[in-house]
């Protein structure tokens, strides 16, 4: 990978810096001969003639020859005896960082002594040279260095380069991965912005985490944020409880982790003959029964009873009987619609009506409609006297989906209805999930779908060989009905 920014040394024109009077320029920095574009309009009939590469290799030579240099780096390795003499030039220095204006200021020789950890010297050289250059071509295990070094200098615009390089390469492929080695520097750093997506993509991909070699170098810290949240999507709840059982026989963590981590996982999803299996064939939860003894209890009860007998005597609203995004058949269907822009389809599905045992064995029918140029809802028909969804298409409408109960039942009283509309995609030849919506039974379509997305052109980032790949995704949530009296 290349980063590549315009070369700051067309920066030479702003002399009203603070460079040292203890030296001056003593090499000769040759511009093209060819005209430069200025800021100022052109007019109609000029012509710009760019020769910005010439300049770049002219800036990489004088870098690797040493012509002219007034500065020598001296950049030592710490806890080693290695050390890496650079030839440098001042004014290249100090017009791309403040850093290293301040240290040729107070410097007493020609020469300034840098010690860097080994992880940053091993990219120093690429570093120095994007200072000459404005490009750097980097793997994924170097980001972290150079975004060090970026930060230590000063030179932000290498540094936001690198934060967007690592947000638009967590699909990258690498031997033991790095999302999370990126989310931990994030978090070490403060970088809202890559922490964030960093912590998005292994929500919405965790399946995948789940199988790599990465699952096992997340920290407890991360681990539990990760089972805190609702947005997982993965194939079941048994998977992630399966999956938390090889991590910690893998990192052996305190009591105190366990039993939190334990806790978190939302036994009301996993069906009661898995929980049976669990009680008596996972060494994890024999050894710590009893620390989810009444979390379980509770996920049995969930199973035997009736929603609306349950919702009277306890608050259903609590995590455990909140569904993830869970990618089973039992929980919604993958819709992949060929040549999206050609016209609306339909389709059809099922899912159980709830994930308690009273409720998995009865089914809902769905239809899902989708359109690339949709009305407003006030603006169209939606059914005809067949009932069959009609909708009402323009030039000027933009993509839309909905997702609708094919019939009502006296069964939902109790239960609303989250659904999902999982978008993925391909990037860097891995398929990951690009998007999520979310709408609930109030409000029939999700009214920000595809907002963004250019669905006309084949290489759209939200297309996979000219395919849109979706998975629908319905959510039971049970709400409590009444307080029981004491």
């Given at each position: 990978m290349i980063l590549q920014y315009v070369p700051l040394v067309f920066m030479l024109k702003r002399t009203h810096r603070r460079i040292s009077d203890k030296w001056k320029p003593s090499c000769t920095i040759f511009f093209p001969t060819a005209a430069l574009k200025h800021d100022v309009a052109l007019d109609s009939g000029a012509t710009v003639l760019n020769h910005t590469m010439n300049l770049v290799h002219r800036m990489e030579t004088l870098l690797a020859l040493g012509n002219g240099s007034d500065v020598t780096l001296r950049m030592e390795t710490i806890n080693t005896d290695e050390v890496k003499v650079i030839q440098a030039h001042s004014l290249v220095l100090t017009l791309q960082s403040d850093v290293f204006e301040e240290l040729l200021l107070s410097r007493n020789s020609s020469s300034v002594v840098l010690r860097e950890t080994p992880d940053c010297a091993a990219v120093f050289e690429k570093f120095v040279r994007y200072l000459y250059c404005g490009d750097i071509s980097l793997?994924?295990?170097?980001?972290?260095?150079?975004?060090?070094?970026?930060?230590k200098y000063?030179?932000?615009?290498?540094?936001?380069?690198?934060?967007?390089?690592?947000?638009?390469?967590?699909?990258?492929?690498?031997?033991?991965?790095?999302?999370?080695?990126?989310?931990?520097?994030?978090?070490?750093?403060?970088?809202?912005?890559?922490?964030?997506?960093?912590?998005?993509?292994?929500?919405?991909?965790?399946?995948?985490?789940l199988q790599s070699r990465e699952w096992g170098s997340i920290s407890e810290d991360l681990l539990l944020s990760l089972l805190q949240r609702s947005d997982l999507i993965l194939q079941s709840e048994l998977e992630l409880y399966e999956a938390l059982e090889g991590w910690i026989n893998q990192n052996q963590p305190v009591r105190m982790t366990v039993e939190s981590a334990l806790r978190a996982v939302r036994y009301g999803m996993i069906p009661p003959q898995h929980l049976f299996r669990l009680q008596k064939h996972s060494p994890l939860m024999v050894k710590y029964y009893e620390s989810i003894r009444d979390l379980?209890?509770?996920?049995?009860?969930?199973?035997?009873?009736?929603?609306?007998?349950?919702?009277?005597?306890?608050?259903?609203?609590?995590?455990?009987?909140t569904p993830r995004n869970y990618l089973s058949s039992a929980w919604g269907s993958p819709w992949i619609i060929n040549n999206p822009t050609r016209d609306d389809r339909s389709f059809s599905f099922q899912t159980q009506l709830g994930p308690s045992g009273h409720d998995s064995s009865k089914r809902v029918t769905w239809n899902a409609l989708f359109s690339p140029r949709w009305l407003p809802l006030s603006a169209r028909s939606t059914y005809t006297e067949l009932g069959a969804m009609q909708p009402t298409r323009t030039e000027g409408g933009r993509p839309r989906i909905i997702v609708t109960p094919a019939t009502s039942s006296p069964d939902f009283a109790g239960v609303s209805f989250q659904k999902t509309v999982i978008v993925t995609t391909k990037q860097q030849g891995k398929v990951v999930v690009k998007h999520v919506y979310n709408f609930h039974q109030s409000t029939e379509e999700a009214g920000d779908f595809l907002l963004d997305a250019d669905l006309q052109r084949r290489a759209s980032e939200y297309l996979i060989d000219s395919s849109l790949y979706l998975h629908i995704v319905i959510k039971p949530l049970y709400h409590t009905l009444l307080v029981a009296r004491k």
């Open positions: 793997r994924l295990d170097q980001a972290i260095s150079l975004h060090k070094l970026a930060s000063h030179v932000w615009g290498l540094q936001q380069g690198l934060t967007q390089y690592m947000t638009q390469h967590l699909s990258s492929d690498s031997p033991t991965g790095h999302v999370v080695g990126w989310y931990s520097y994030a978090l070490q750093i403060g970088d809202i912005t890559l922490r964030d997506s960093c912590l998005q993509y292994l929500s919405w991909n965790l399946s995948s985490v379980l209890y509770l996920a049995f009860q969930f199973h035997s009873a009736s929603p609306i007998q349950l919702a009277k005597y306890f608050d259903v609203n609590c995590s455990i009987f």
